[in-house]
């Protein structure tokens, strides 16, 4: 019998989907002192500002995420962390959850499901259940992320030294 090395299935979770989750993360963990400005959260995290705004529009929309203008402003989580679980952040930037054995042509009209289709559609259920049990509260209690997280705040304490010594 033929074993393969690669997998046969890929778990479709696209930039946009993860940078969502990470934003979110990141926003959850520094908003003990109020809003928290997108711009800092693209120092930390290395996602480009213009990228974030458009994730944060849709949270926004989907009321994940609430706004607070002016001197202070920024970004607060429209409910408490443990109310808040992955797939819903997936979900509010449109984001299907989707194992796929094969890629699609996208406007194919000659599409015919396969013969594991079924299997795929019940794991992409799964996962996406699964995702629903896991909170960004959960996901700040995770060790790795916290130490993660110490690291990202170096940075922009690192960036935040090298605009004051240009200034």
Known sequence: MQRFTQ????????TKSRYAVTSLLDLVMHSDKGPV????I??????SLSYLEQLFAKMRRNKLVVSTRGPG??????????????????????EEMQ???KDLPNASSTYEPCLTEQLWEEL???IENYLTTISLADMMQNDEVRELSRA???RQENNDLLKQKDA
């Open 42 to 47: 693209s120092v930390r995290q290395g996602i």
């Open 124 to 126: 992409s259920a799964e």
């Open 73 to 94: 402003g920024g970004y607060s989580l429209g409910d408490t962390p443990d109310q808040v679980c992955i797939a819903d952040v997936i979900n509010a930037v449109d």
């Open 7 to 14: 997998p046969a299935c890929i778990m479709r979770l696209s």
């Open 37 to 40: 400005s997108l711009a800092d």
């Open 99 to 101: 194992v796929a054995d």
């Open 152 to 154: 990202h705040d170096l």
